[in-house]
């Protein structure tokens, strides 16, 4: 079983378009987070969500806009893609409560926008 | 600004050799240091340190971390080609976790 799971893992599009990428987790955690890894394998915070909750939104474009429909879900969708925005998106849960702070990884979702 | 910084950002070395990855921070509100491997797709966890001086170990793998120099080693004896990966260096604070630029081993057989 796979413990976060997203889709697609590929996705190939043209400049100006809007795109989603949805992510589930079947660990039980209870919190989730989008992170933007770079060419150079910087991975970055994007946001955090606990129980539905925004905690996190890391200086973002309006053009992200992540939506949390329950605990198990966070998806992310994108509006009016630049170039910039090419990358592989990982999607991560974790349990805050009881102050766990391992985060477990999806296999991740490479963008490239032409 | 919240930072971690590893080095070196990349090494190669053959098969057997032993290697060590270092990862320095400066943040606010420290919980606890993380080290990953990344191949080719989702990083998985190896080790979390919250305390100073206790060395965790797995196998071939170990890590240490000093909370008053602000660093943390991981070494990885007896290499093998299946090492070969991006090794992560993330601190979690400020509920996430903020990576280091990450070291790229290569193993040669």
């Known amino acids: 079983d796979t413990a976060v799971s997203q889709t697609p893992k590929y996705l190939v599009t043209q400049m100006g378009n809007d795109k989603s990428i949805k992510c589930e987790q079947n660990?039980?955690?209870?919190?989730m987070y989008w992170y933007k890894q770079d060419s150079k394998k910087f991975l970055k915070i994007m946001f955090s969500y606990n129980n539905k909750e925004l905690i996190i939104n890391e200086t973002v474009p309006n053009r992200f806009s992540p939506k949390s429909p329950d605990k198990a879900h966070l998806n992310l969708h994108i509006n009016s893609l630049e170039l910039g925005d090419s990358a592989v998106y990982f999607c991560?849960?974790?349990?805050?409560?009881?102050?766990?702070?391992?985060?477990?990884f999806g296999a991740g979702s490479r963008l490239t926008v032409l | 600004e919240d930072k971690v910084v590893q080095s070196p950002l990349s090494l190669v070395v053959h098969e057997g050799d032993t290697v060590t990855l270092n990862c320095s921070y400066e943040?606010?509100?420290?919980?606890?240091l993380l080290w990953y491997k990344q191949e080719k797709k989702a990083p998985t966890f190896l080790f979390m340190l919250?305390?100073?001086?206790i060395e965790k170990k797995s196998g071939r793998l170990s890590s240490i971390l000093d909370k008053k120099e602000l660093f943390s080693i991981l070494n990885i004896t007896a290499t093998q080609t299946g090492d070969s990966a991006v090794y992560l260096c993330a601190v979690f604070q400020n509920e996430k976790l903020t990576f280091g630029t990450g070291t790229r081993l290569t193993i040669i057989p």
């Open positions: 660990l039980g955690h209870d919190t």
């Open positions: 991560a849960s974790s349990q805050r409560t009881g102050g766990a702070n391992v985060l477990t």
């Open positions: 943040v606010t509100n420290f919980r606890s």
């Open positions: 919250t305390s100073s001086g």
